[in-house]
């Protein structure tokens, strides 16, 4: 069975990750949209960043590499805990967080543990 890279556009997983970072980002700027503008602002970057890797402006994963691409779905995890973290704090101890900051602190983590393991990755050597 082929892949989506055969076919010269990234893989489900690379599509899937720029498809949450773009969602991501307009949540961690404060910009508020309507379930449907941000679904579609992100199908459209998404749609955009697979044109460009068909024609090799990028490589088989959108404007970062294999082993990188590791790293971000490594670090997207981290934002998956903290949002079930705070969620299961919103149903256990009653606190008021809206969807909006949940989705805020869950897209914070994912950074914050993506600049660490690229900081780590390039630098850990250089800093000890």
Do not use: H, W
Not at 17 to 22: L, N, S
Not at 35 to 60: K, P
Not at 79 to 100: C, E, H, K, Q
Not at 120 to 127: I, K, T
Request: with cysteine; proline share 1%.
């Amino acid at each position: 069975m082929k892949s989506l890279s055969d076919y010269g556009i990234m893989p489900f997983k690379a599509s899937l990750i720029y498809f949450t970072m773009i969602q991501g980002f307009g949540f961690l700027l404060g910009i508020e949209y309507s379930a449907v503008q941000l679904f579609g602002i992100s199908t459209i970057g998404v749609i955009g960043f697979n044109i460009l890797t068909y024609f090799d402006y990028f490589g088989t994963c959108g404007i970062v590499d294999e082993r990188e691409m590791q790293q971000i779905t490594e670090s997207a995890v981290y934002g998956v805990f903290a949002a079930v973290f705070i969620a299961s704090m919103n149903l256990g101890l009653n606190t008021s967080f809206t969807t909006y900051q949940l989705a805020r602190i869950s897209f914070a983590a994912f950074m914050i543990a993506l600049v660490a393991k690229q900081g780590y990755q390039r630098y850990a050597g250089e800093l000890l």
